[in-house]
C-alpha cells in the first residue's frame, strides 16, 4: 500500500528526531528538504528526492515556499532503494508522474488512485541514487540556509556568493569554503546542478525554463 500526500509549506518547518514504521519518499516539486540522519545531511531540491527507510531516526527541516510530495511505503522496497537513506535522481517519466498527480489528484477515485500508485511502485526500481551529493557532516551551517533556499527556489536568476556575503556575516571566500565543506563542490558547481535539474524538471513537464 502506498499512502501519497503533497504538502506546501508557507513557512519553514522543523521536526525533532523521529522515526517511520513505513518507508518514506520524498519528492521535491519545488524548493528544499534537508534531513539530517545520525551521519550525515540529505538535501534534496527541485525534482529529486529522498529515500528514508524505516525505523531510520532522521530529523527534518522544509523550507518556506517548499512543495513536496510525501510518499510512505508498507512493502519492502525493490533496488535501488536500502536500508540506508539516499538522495535520488528521478526518471522523466516519474517527474511527469509526479507533475499529473499534482495537478488532478484531487479528483482522483478510489480506482484510480490505486492504478496511480501501482505505477508508481513499478517506477521505483529506475531510480538512481546521487552518489556524492550528501553532505558528510551531520553539522548544518545555518549562514548557508538563505543562499540555499534562494537558489532552490529561484535558480535562475544571477545570484553570486558575494551578494549574500554582505549579509550572513561571513565572507564569499568563507561562504565558498563552507559549500566545499557542506557538499564536496564549490559554489559554482552546485548552483549548476541546481539550474539543471530544474531546467530538466520544467522541459518535461512543457514549461518555459
Known sequence: MIKHKIKHYDIEEHTDYHSH?????????SGL????TEGKNYYAVNGQALWIPANESHSAIFFQDS?????F???PPPSPLTTKPALLRVTNFWSL????Y???????????????????????????????????????????NNLIHTVCLKPNKNI??????????????TLNRL?????HRSFGEWRNMIVMERANQMLIQGLSA
Open 179 to 183: 559549500f566545499y565543506k557542506q557538499f
Open 73 to 75: 511505503f508498507d512493502r
Open 33 to 36: 528538504c534537508v534531513s539530517q
Open 160 to 173: 553570486t556568493l558575494q551578494d549574500f556575503a554582505k549579509h550572513c556575516g561571513a565572507s564569499e571566500r
Open 102 to 144: 499534482s495537478l488532478h489528484h484531487l479528483g482522483f477515485d478510489n480506482n484510480t488512485q490505486h492504478a496511480y500508485n501501482d505505477v508508481l511502485w513499478d517506477q521505483i526500481q529506475y531510480l538512481s541514487q546521487i552518489q556524492g551529493s550528501q553532505t558528510h557532516t551531520n553539522h548544518f551551517d545555518k549562514r548557508l
Open 97 to 100: 508522474l509526479m507533475y499529473e
Open 21 to 29: 514504521q513505513e518507508h518514506q519518499l520524498v519528492y521535491v516539486h
Open 67 to 71: 512543495r513536496l510530495s510525501l510518499l
